[in-house]
């Protein structure tokens, strides 16, 4: 389950005195406390929960939504909406007890409802054919596949004992039933008259003050693609927030450290902090505090090992047994030696001033599952990248320095890469070239603006080399959601059945309850992944979060500088 995964200057009062919340002049009005962020990229503009894609969106969502469950720097599950929780004798099944003090940002109370409601949804025969992605929290739920095909219209997956209690129930014991139970929640009274087809569209998904959530803050006002407003909810459960108006500004990354330097932004955080190369200017900045921590996620050179045929694409179905192989990378030499090809090192220390590490696992470092030890290691080598694409018939019978594939046929790999990242944009035409180097040719396409970039990625038919990051769920390391064959973020359309069952056998219980189980199977999942490569690990890097010190109350979590952002306030600047 993994997710899965930032600004024009309009407020120019976010260095000023008057500014703080904390004034107490007799006779002065008290000036609005505005905080003020920076993202490198602008959100695609999808709003709602169960439909949003990328860790931009997330940003706003961080603010305005909240799931049953939260977790500390352990990992480990706190109450959040749900204020407890009890598991039957044989973990098949889960019930919360709900809060009873939290409502929505339009004044309705949040209830059991809202809970099954957003699961309901999510299991929607509709759902997938919309864009949603994020099924894999309902699978397990009794009575979700019949439902999902559109059998019935009974979802005893998640039961409503009364207002205030909810029922997970799943088809056996579940080794995950919290982390799947932690989705976000969305509010029935809203969405109940909107159908799930048409639920992405929806004003309630797109609009400011029609996206209504439980959190600290309300999203209120927006210039589509440069700011985006969020209002302190004033009737937050946990109490009021102490400012007023937080706005995300998106900025070019060339100038987030002159505006962070002059006080117009106050941080730069999720989900690319700033650049490593920046780390002294920023470091010598006396009003400036940097947290460094390792990122929860990676970035990745993909390899589209199958293609959706063009009807599945027109009906929005991933269907792997109709996959068509993608020929120019379907022999696994050829992609371990792009992966020998490839100095990740290097990447590392030219365009992250060493501030990252090489990984050659797809689960995250933080968890205790992930292996360091036994999968290929795909040191750099070129040499042997060459011997493995001679042994696979791959060699250059023309003498213009670029192989051709067995056939003799002119054998070019298409790589396509997303505007936004500076670091992965100036790594594209470094790989291009390592590439090219052991003689395969590569053709780099324009980059394109992440939401397109991402519609293509979906649905493309042409493209063999992509390059992404993922930021990760900490709920569990379960990795379905990206690396099974039918999963929607699996844009590589991997499919490979040893791995998948592996996958499954991992959260199978009664052995997958014990934690030296699971890191076995994990283990050879990870061997596996290594050995077929659906992608190249590039590198995790160290993120670096920048803000103001006027800011405090700032506690990041293990995967965001976001967390416990009620607890924020300002200060006056001396």
Known sequence: MSFLFIFGILVACSNNDESSSDSDGEGEAETESVLVGAMDTAPTGQFNPIFYEEAYEANILSFTHESLLTQNDQLEFE?????????????????????????????????????????????????????????????????????????????????????????????????????????????????????????????????????????????????EGQEYHLTKNENYWQGE??????????????????????????????????????????????????????????????????FRTEEDIANGVIDPDNFVPNEKLANK???????????????????????????????????????????????????????LLDEAGYVDVNDDGFREDPDGNEWVLNMAYPKGNVIREKSAPIIEEMLEAVGININLLQPLDMKAYVDELTNNTEWDLYLLGWS???????????????????????NNEEADALVKKAITPPDAFDSEFRKQVYSDWQVMFQDDLPALILYVKNTLYAYNTRLQGVDPSPASFLNDVHKWYLVSEE
Do not use: C
């Not at 920023?282 to 940097?290: E, K, L, W």
């Open 79 to 223: 109450p959040l909406l749900a204020e407890s929780w009890e598991f039957n004798e044989d973990h098949s099944s889960v019930t919360f007890k709900l809060r009873e003090d939290v409502y929505w940002h339009d004044g309705e109370q949040f209830t059991a409802d809202d809970v099954v409601f957003t699961y309901k949804a999510i299991a929607d025969p509709d759902y997938i054919a919309a864009g949603g992605v994020r099924t894999s929290y309902v699978e397990k739920l009794v009575g979700a596949e019949a439902y999902m095909n559109g059998e019935t219209d009974e979802f005893p997956g998640v039961v409503a004992e009364d207002d205030f209690t909810v029922t997970f129930n799943f088809l056996e014991p579940n080794v995950i039933a919290l982390a799947d139970a932690s989705f976000p929640i969305i509010p029935e009274h809203v969405f109940k008259d909107i159908p799930v087809s048409e639920m992405p569209s929806a004003e309630e998904s797109l609009q400011p003050n029609k996206v209504i959530g439980t959190g600290p803050y309300k999203f209120t006002d927006m210039i």
């Open 241 to 306: 927030p102490q400012i007023e108006t937080v706005i995300w500004k998106v900025v070019n990354q060339d100038i987030i450290l002159s505006l962070l330097e002059t006080g117009e932004i106050d941080f730069v955080a999720d989900p690319n902090g700033f650049q490593a190369a920046d780390y002294d200017t920023v470091d010598a900045m006396d009003h400036v505090q940097i947290i460094e921590q390792t990122d929860f996620g990676y970035q990745i050179l993909g390899f589209i090992h199958n």
């Open 333 to 387: 030499n050829v992609r371990q030696a792009i992966a020998f090809a490839i100095d990740r090192q290097q990447i590392i220390d030219g365009l992250l001033h060493g501030k990252g590490q090489v990984i050659n696992s797809p689960i995250a470092q933080q968890f205790e599952y992930f292996d360091d030890e036994n999968p290929e290691q795909y040191e750099f080598d070129p040499e042997k990248a060459k011997q």
């Open 472 to 494: 990760l769920s900490t709920t569990d390391p379960d990795p379905s959601g990206l690396w099974t064959a039918d999963d929607a973020y699996n844009f590589g359309r991997w």
